[in-house]
């Protein structure tokens, strides 16, 4: 049996139709005598007593109806007439879609419109179709409106660049819609102090960290940042030139982009600095931007780019090698063992308790001296600002001269104009010392647990600390020269003339020159498989580096290190040397048998299966077959196999 259709109804009604006939309860009634007749099942009534038409999608009513279609508690919704629905079009056509894209039904029963019904489905397809031209219709009607808006000043939507603001315009006490672009007093003098700065240090970053030390913020309070300055001083408003409708929106969610020049609105407003100063900052950033190089490779080991030889050479990783290495003197250093190193020195760099202990005790104490200073110094504004309204008041009574007032009231007021510069100043140097303190706990925990949460630190974040903190790191021969270093940017007011002793970066003062020993090579391995790690371990007992292994057993140093790595074998000819530097056969070879004597006695020798079957006077097949297969040779060939056992000092075959 097919499940009945479960409906809601809807009743909305003013509050002077209540009183009359047209109540909610007449309106429900309707509503299921009409659900009933269609064999459909109630599930649900939504009732918005005294509301509005004009908007109603936002109440709380509608956004549980739209709930319960959602989620197809209801399939259908019924109401006396649209305009109990909304009044609204754009709502009423917003319901409309919305209706339609979860597949449930409308039912007006004024307008005799079921949407469940061919001629019901028709209504909506019309209703779409109006509703998609309408919303065309008003697309068209603002994008024709921007250029005329923008000719006459007006706003286009959007906030006013820093420095300027929107204002309206009141007029006769009433206050108009019409708004004027002007500049914004607090923030001109912001604006003006960027390209200062920047026309000084031309540097965006420089400029954006100089602006957040001195206090400044952007319009919403976030600090200002290198992209924050780079637009300020490519936006030509500040020379008096606003230029509008040169954007232009893709679409709702979609990006924005540029319109072609010819469509742009240069509007003559305020200018804050001179044409003059735009040009020249802007110059500096056309040739910044004309030198800047494309993006080199991204950074895939830890110390890339700080590792250098001591013949001064810079050392990368080639290719696929784990070490990183010097061209000029083919000086190495595993990857592996230089991260370890640097992890190791960390701990040394890094603050003791008792550096934290002190530095907060000094940081403290510094700022208990500023604060009191700024006391002392606001109470003797305060103080010698009534002895001048006093003085002036008693000129002013007659008590005295202007002589007599001149002589008293102008040394007041030379130390007060010269307190009032102060006073700044040293505001500056309290707030930035309020800020390092109530920061520093948890800067200075982190620092010194940074080197027990190193490995757990995504390689990103390694690698930033590295930038900030290494100065260098030197290989050598036989020691590494690794210098790290800490100096954080302080607030310029401390950092400037004879103000500098009162320097308090947000971490003290940190520095490490450390030289260690040079690893040997990559970590001891517990139980080696293959002949190269073996050698590695033996060359690490013994304290050997790899070119004094290469010149013992007469190979390059490359051969060594290529053995170590897995990635070549030596040949049977290094044999020899390599089982004399090792001190003990490496080799798994069953001498029980003659294949494995054979075997043996070739690798002692360093020879090939031809060489020992030139020497026995049989085929190299031969060699080949007697090794790898339990068979006793020919008597003759048994005689001289055994001849040549017996003279290298290899015992004799069982037996035989």
Same mark, same amino acid.
């Given at each position: ?10 009743? *909305? ?12 309860? &007449? &309106? ?8 009933? =007749? ?48 909304? *009044? ?7 319901? %409309? ?8 039904d409308l039912i007006s029963l004024a307008e005799s419109i ?14 779409? =179709? ?9 697309? %068209? ?72 030390? !001195? ?16 637009? !300020? ?8 030139q606003r230029i509008a409708n040169h954007t232009k929106s ?172 102060? !006073? ?28 027990? &949460? ?84 033996? *060359? ?9 292994? =290469? ?32 001190? &003990? ?27 020992? %079957? ?21 008597? *003759? ?20």
């Open positions: 049996m097919e499940a009945k259709k479960s409906v809601g109804i809807w009743i *909305r009604v003013s509050t002077e139709n209540q009183v009359k006939d047209d109540s909610p309860e &007449h &309106h429900e009634h309707r509503a299921r005598l009409y659900a009933e =007749a269609k064999g459909w099942q109630v599930a649900e009534v939504y009732r918005l007593d005294a509301v509005s038409g004009k908007s109603v999608i936002e109440q709380p009513e509608a956004k549980r109806m739209m709930s319960d279609i959602k989620s197809g508690r209801i399939t259908g919704l019924i109401f006396s007439k649209l305009a109990r629905l909304a *009044r609204n079009t754009k709502e009423l056509l917003d319901f %409309a879609d919305f209706f339609k894209s979860y597949q449930a079921d949407t469940s019904s061919p001629a019901g489905r028709l209504f909506y397809t019309m209703i779409a =179709a109006m509703a998609t031209w309408e919303r065309e219709e008003i697309a %068209a009607r603002v994008a024709a409106s921007v250029p005329d808006r923008a000719q006459l000043g007006k706003p286009l939507g959007g906030a006013a660049p820093f420095g300027y603001q929107w204002k309206g315009i009141n007029w006769n006490g009433e206050k108009f819609e019409r708004k004027e672009f002007c500049i914004d007093e607090k923030e001109a003098p912001v604006r003006t102090l960027v390209y200062e700065l920047f026309l000084k240090y031309k540097r965006k970053k420089t400029v954006a960290t100089k602006l957040n030390s !001195l206090g400044y913020r952007t319009r919403n309070g976030s600090k200002f940042s290198d992209t924050t300055i780079h637009r !300020l001083l490519r936006d030509t408003t500040a020379k008096g893709l679409g709702e969610g979609k990006r924005w982009v540029g319109k072609p020049q010819g469509e742009w609105i240069v509007i003559p407003c305020g200018a804050i600095i001179s044409e003059e100063t735009w040009n020249d900052a802007n110059a500096i950033l056309d040739a910044q931007s004309a030198k800047r190089k494309k993006p080199g490779r991204q950074v895939v080991h830890l110390l890339s780019g700080y590792v250098t030889c001591t013949c001064g050479s810079k050392m990368y990783v080639f290719h696929k090698s784990p070490s990183y290495s010097c061209k000029k003197c083919k000086t190495k250093i595993a990857v592996a063992d230089i991260d370890e190193i640097y992890h190791a020195q960390l701990k040394s760099f890094l603050l003791s308790d008792s550096d934290i202990s002190d530095y907060m005790q000094k940081s403290n104490s510094i700022l208990q001296e500023k604060e009191i200073l700024l006391s002392h110094t606001s109470n003797e504004i305060a103080k010698i600002g009534k002895r001048m309204t006093d003085l002036v008041n008693m000129r002013l009574d007659g008590d005295l001269t202007k002589e007599a007032f001149l002589k008293e009231h102008r040394p007041f007021e030379e130390r007060y104009v010269q307190l009032e510069k102060q !006073l700044p100043i040293l505001e500056a140097e309290v707030d930035f010392l309020r800020i390092q303190s109530l920061s520093a706990d948890t800067v200075l925990d982190d620092a010194k647990n940074l080197a027990d &949460h190193w490995e757990m630190l995504p390689f990103e974040e390694k690698r930033t600390i590295v930038e900030v903190i290494t100065e260098s790191v030197t290989v050598g021969k036989s020691d590494i020269h690794i210098a790290l270093s800490y100096l954080p940017t302080a607030h310029p007011s401390l950092n400037s003339g004879k103000r500098q002793h009162n320097f308090i970066p947000a971490l003290p003062f940190s520095r490490l020159d450390m030289v260690v020993g040079k690893p040997l090579g990559i970590k001891y391995i517990a139980n080696p498989t293959t002949l190269g790690q073996k050698i590695r371990n033996r *060359r690490l007992e013994k304290g050997m580096l790899q070119k004094e292994v =290469a010149a013992l057993i007469g190979v390059t140093e490359d051969c060594v290190t290529l053995w170590e790595n897995g990635r070549s074998r030596p040949s049977v000819a290094h044999y020899p040397w390599i089982i004399e530097f090792l001190g &003990h056969f490496p080799f798994e070879i069953d001498t029980s048998t003659l294949g494995g004597k054979m075997k043996r006695y070739r690798y002692l020798k360093g020879m090939t299966q031809k060489g020992l %079957a030139k020497e026995v006077g049989v085929n190299e097949s031969t060699v080949h077959y007697y090794e790898n297969n339990p068979h006793t040779p020919l008597p *003759r060939t048994l005689g001289k196999l055994q001849a040549l056992l017996v003279a290298s000092s290899i015992e004799k075959l069982p037996g035989y």
